[in-house]
């Protein structure tokens, strides 16, 4: 026989109410907003969690900094040192953004046992929105497990034309543009406009790849909660089904 941790077990113990109430009406924007409701395994408080913003604005304003700077009538050593202290700013940036929007390699060390925590910590969130899903009407549910496939088949197919691969590179992009503005500042090498605007698209590209990941992501998530859902209500309603034609076959029995 199996049995759970005692931490796991305290981790399942979640009050009823805590996404919620289950009478409230199927909507998309209702299901985003449980799946948001959840909180993170380890979380960082409130205020740090909008350092990445903060910091990819950082480095987005330290980087046109470099651009100006570049253009301004001062010494050529002044010059140097104010590109060379934006370059640490914007390094300092794009390093707040991939840290606190990546905190599960903070846990590189034992990632299994945090994995294990992880899935103890999300398994009562995870139940409660089912509970809360299968409690809707059939129609509805139906509906609306069918609209999330046809459009994560959708959004499967499109993300590629936007992003292609890069996705999966996630910020290694940023850092080698950064590299070789550092190589040239060094190196002497003025930047010019062209290699600040090919440098901004870089880091917008690389914004837009980020949340559009981020959102497939959760329509990933909405899909698998709807279809799963669907799925156990069929199932439910077929064994109900089978259990009433049963029941009635051997009242027939009975009578006769």
């Known amino acids: 026989m199996l049995t759970m941790a005692p931490d796991a077990v305290a981790t399942s113990q979640v009050p ?30 409130p205020k740090r969690r909008r350092l990445p913003a903060i910091g ?3 480095s987005l304003l330290a980087y046109a ?49 945090d994995f294990a925590g992880q899935l103890d910590h999300d398994f009562p969130y995870h139940f409660q929105i089912r509970t809360w899903l299968i409690g809707q009407p059939r129609d509805v549910l139906s509906k609306h497990a069918s609209m999330s496939k046809y459009r994560r088949e959708r ?13 999966t590179l996630g910020i290694v992009p940023v850092l080698v543009a950064v590299y070789f503005q550092g190589r040239q500042i060094l190196e002497g090498h ?22 559009s990941t981020l959102t497939k992501s959760r329509l990933e998530a909405m899909d698998m909660h709807l279809q799963d859902a669907w799925t156990d209500v069929q ?21 006769t």
């Open 155 to 167: 959004y499967t197919q499109k993300l590629p034309l936007l992003a292609g691969s890069i996705s």
């Open 56 to 58: 990819f604005l950082v």
């Open 65 to 113: 900094g470099t651009l100006v700077v570049a253009k301004l009538p001062i010494n050529g050593k002044v010059q140097v040192a104010l590109m060379l202290l934006l370059l640490a700013v914007e390094i300092g940036g794009v390093a707040i953004n991939f840290w606190f929007s990546r905190r599960e390699f903070v846990s590189l060390l034992r990632p299994f046992e």
């Open 16 to 45: 009823d109410n805590a996404l919620g109430s289950m009478e409230t009406p199927l909507s998309f924007t209702e299901l985003n907003r449980r799946l948001s409701a959840i909180p993170d395994y380890d979380s960082a408080p």
């Open 190 to 211: 003025a930047i010019t406009w062209i290699d600040g605007l090919f440098g901004f698209l870089l880091l917008l590209f690389y914004f837009l790849t980020w949340t």
């Open 235 to 255: 199932t439910t309603d077929a064994a109900t089904k089978s259990d009433a034609s049963t029941d009635s076959s051997t009242a027939k029995d009975l009578n």
